[in-house]
């Protein structure tokens, strides 16, 4: 069945760690976004990418990097964790043809940071 | 800068209730989308409604539908006869019809559905 998957669904670390929170879709879809979700429930686009090799910066600044080596993989790096890093983090995809409005969450992995 | 607003943080409704969620957005943009997403407790993020912004048609999906003012800048949502699972956080979000297509979000509203 065609979805999206994040993993781990939820991560406690401590402080300095280095994390990658996993992002896999298999709908085939070009376009992937990672948004930010802060614990008052408000989502703001932090990176999004339009196929391999693209990766562009959303609108809140964020310490985290992507990548975007293979189309269905779409992973988010933190080289140092730190507690303003704690939130839930969606990741989403959206197809170009024949219609690019519409995008798709996985279910988010929360993320705790002490 | 486009934003979009949600005035009403929570709302509850009896069950087979009809219940109305507000969304008003500002953007100088003639050509948009918009949507309703729900996100349930601990669950994923579901597309609920979409509308594009010329067609004047207010679009429906089962139990739910939308009114779009396009000149007031408004996009309801209306949930008839409502069920224990719209129990939910529900957000309404912009998105331009031009590159980046990203979505703007409300700050959501959080409607609990009664017995």
């Known amino acids: 069945e065609a979805d999206i998957y994040q993993t781990p669904r939820y991560l406690v670390i401590g402080t300095g760690k280095k994390i990658t929170l996993e992002c896999s879709q298999t709908?085939?879809?070009?376009?992937m976004y990672w948004y930010q979700q802060d614990p008052g429930m408000e989502l703001h686009l932090i990176h999004y990418s339009y196929g391999v090799n693209s990766t562009e910066k959303g609108d809140l600044s964020s310490e985290s990097t992507v990548s975007r080596i293979r189309t269905e993989h779409f992973p988010l790096t933190l080289e140092s964790a730190r507690p303003s890093h704690t939130s839930q983090y969606l990741c989403?995809?959206?197809?170009?043809?024949?219609?690019?409005?519409?995008?798709?969450f996985g279910p988010g992995t929360r993320l705790t940071v002490l | 800068a486009q934003t979009v607003t949600q005035s009403q943080p929570e709302m509850s409704v009896q069950e087979a209730e009809t219940v109305t969620l507000s969304c008003t957005y500002d953007?100088?943009?003639?050509?948009?989308?918009l949507f309703w997403y729900k996100q349930p407790p601990s669950r994923q993020m579901i597309l609920v409604i979409r509308q594009e912004a010329y067609k004047q048609q207010n679009a429906t999906e089962n139990r739910f539908s939308v009114n779009f003012q396009k000149a007031a800048k408004s996009f309801s949502l209306k949930i008839s006869d409502s069920q224990l699972g719209d129990t939910a956080m529900y957000f309404c979000?912009?998105?331009?019809?031009?590159?980046?297509?990203?979505?703007?979000f409300g700050t959501g509203t959080r409607l609990q559905v009664f017995p």
């Open positions: 709908m085939g879809h070009d376009k």
């Open positions: 979000a912009f998105m331009k019809h031009v590159s980046p297509d990203k979505l703007i």
């Open positions: 953007t100088s943009e003639s050509n948009y989308y």
């Open positions: 989403a995809s959206s197809e170009v043809y024949p219609s690019t409005d519409t995008q798709y």
